[in-house]
């Protein structure tokens, strides 16, 4: 095995310990500490952590998660003694992934860097904060306008049944708020698509013009997209989610062209002054 290739085998290796360790570092924060009131600064609570394994932080997020998403006439209720600890770590686990996002996006930019061209390289350095704000705008527009008229509406069903039936409103609490991080993972990625073409375009891989053929083609993906998430069969729920992803997309487009219009425009100007 050439030494070259075993040294980028050790390199990554060490960033992905690295990456490990900081995702392991906040998994148990948030599983074994709850944020506890420490003080007050004026008007502002203060928090500190403290330690306590059968009430984390992570058991904080859950109550506010079926306090926002839930709505108050839905009971709900443990299938399994195992079904709330589970929950923890789901739960421990993704908000650890999005606190070391910063630091996954770090390692893994040190590690591609050196093999892209210069102008890869700072459009790539660039567009990392974008990159984790929009993550944070997707995760925090589906929390706030998507979910609790999404989650509302299903429930709509059994409302209706539980009139001219003896039906209780109940929800596992473990499919509920599976299916809540999901979906808010899902936009946090979704919320990336416009970036992601614009740097496609901008280092020359796809044409603004090839984004604007294939609109119809990621219209379809989008329902497909969001019939998959949403298990509701009226179509309204399918369109809730799936009309940001196309919106997203056209942004995209428009971003790629002005790029793209933009380095025409810079280039016509080199070879003017050469």
């Not at 290739?5 to 392991?24: C, D, K, N, P, S």
């Not at 808010?184 to 796809?206: K, Q, S, Y």
């Amino acid at each position: 095995i050439p030494k070259e290739y075993l040294a980028h085998l050790r390199e990554l290796r060490q960033r992905i310990i690295r990456v490990m360790f900081t995702v392991g570092f906040f998994y148990a924060f948030f599983f074994l500490f709850e944020l506890v009131p420490a003080g007050q600064m004026g008007n502002l609570t203060l928090y500190a952590p403290q330690f306590s394994p059968f009430h984390p932080l992570a058991a904080q997020v859950l109550h506010r998660l079926i306090t926002d998403i839930i709505p108050p006439d839905i009971q709900v209720f443990q299938v399994s003694p195992y079904e709330v600890p589970v929950l923890y770590v789901q739960i421990s686990l993704t908000l650890a992934i999005i606190c070391s996002m910063p630091m996954i996006l770090y390692q893994f930019g040190k590690f591609v860097i050196p093999a892209l061209y210069p102008h890869e390289r700072r459009v790539l350095l660039r567009l990392l904060g974008p990159g984790l704000l929009l993550f944070a705008i997707g995760a925090i527009f589906a929390y706030i306008v998507v979910l609790p008229p999404l989650v509302n509406f299903m429930f709509e069903y059994s409302r209706e049944l539980a009139t001219d039936t003896n039906l209780a409103l109940t929800v596992s609490v473990s499919e509920a708020i599976s299916f809540v991080l999901i979906l808010l993972l899902a936009f946090g990625i979704v919320f990336e698509m416009p970036l992601i073409m614009n740097i496609l375009t901008r280092i020359g891989i796809v044409q603004a013009r090839t984004w604007w053929r294939f609109w119809r083609h990621a219209i379809v993906g989008f329902l497909v997209i969001g019939g998959f998430i949403t298990p509701d069969t009226s179509g309204v729920t399918q369109l809730l989610v799936a009309v940001p992803m196309m919106g997203l997309y056209i942004g995209g487009a428009i971003a790629a062209s002005l790029t793209e219009r933009r380095i025409k425009e810079r280039e016509r100007r080199e070879r003017g002054t050469g």
